[in-house]
């Protein structure tokens, strides 16, 4: 399986964006997919997870609110929709999917299967 994130880019304050994380391989609705971000000089965390189905998402705290994640299983694509964003959101986001996992499991980090490459987010104060 092959992750692909883009859409990351240079943004100010108060702006948005949109991240989209194209798969390839076997069946994207096995997978638990979600979204974790590093920024300069820290360790990567966890950001949003849906579930397979797209029923049950969760976030990290200072995101929610402010970053919905979605799915389309018909495209095998999946999205991280960030709005009101500050200059803490800046890093590197990665998607992140766990076969046959649920939203914690894939929060955890302990279980994913697969990551992107990554895309980088820069929030301007």
């Known amino acids: 399986v092959q992750l692909q994130a883009s859409g990351g880019g240079l943004v100010q304050a108060g702006g948005s964006l949109r991240l989209s994380c194209a798969t390839s391989?076997?069946?994207?609705?096995?997978?638990?997919m979600g979204w974790f971000r590093q920024a300069p000089g820290q360790e990567r965390e966890f950001v949003a997870a849906?579930?397979?189905?797209?029923?049950?998402?969760y976030y990290l705290g200072s995101v929610k609110g402010r970053f919905t994640i979605s799915r389309d299983n018909a495209k095998n694509t999946v999205y991280l929709k960030m709005t009101s964003l500050k200059p803490e959101d800046t890093g590197v986001y990665y998607c992140?999917?766990?076969?046959?996992?649920?939203?914690?499991?894939?929060?955890?980090?302990?279980?994913?299967?697969?990551w992107g490459k990554g895309t980088l987010v820069t929030v301007s104060s």
């Open positions: 992140a999917a766990d076969w046959m996992g649920s939203t914690s499991s894939l929060a955890s980090a302990n279980d994913i299967d697969y």
């Open positions: 391989g076997r069946t994207f609705s096995n997978y638990a």
């Open positions: 849906i579930s397979r189905s797209g029923g049950t998402t």
